[in-house]
């Protein structure tokens, strides 16, 4: 999937990472969103302003649209592994 449909700009890979997350089961989907979250924050040019704008902006907005509707994408052989929802 890799953020479908969503620009992704220079964090496709943590999308591809966040992915893999949900497709294998190897770690909680909890786990999987907050390391999507950090993954963001750090994916970035490191300019002052881009790095403001995936701090504030890009990374909640992100992590707030896979924990509302990451359980749509999830394995469904995992959903009764989940603890942290």
């Known amino acids: 999937m890799s953020c479908t449909n969503s620009p992704n700009g220079d964090f496709n890979h943590?999308?591809?990472?966040?992915?893999a997350y949900y497709e294998d089961?190897?770690?909680?989907?909890?786990?999987?969103d907050a390391k999507f979250f950090?993954?963001?924050i750090k994916a970035n040019d490191r300019t002052?302003?881009?790095?403001?704008?995936?701090?504030?902006?890009?990374?909640?907005?992100?992590?707030?649209?896979?924990?509302l509707f990451g359980w749509l994408n999830i394995n469904?052989?995992?959903?009764?592994e989940e603890t942290h929802d």
Do not use: F, M
């Open 38 to 40: 950090k993954c963001i």
């Open 25 to 32: 089961g190897s770690i909680s989907r909890w786990d999987a």
């Open 14 to 19: 943590c999308c591809q990472e966040h992915d």
């Open 76 to 80: 469904i052989e995992r959903l009764g």
């Open 48 to 67: 002052t302003v881009n790095q403001l704008w995936h701090t504030v902006i890009v990374a909640p907005l992100y992590w707030s649209a896979v924990r």
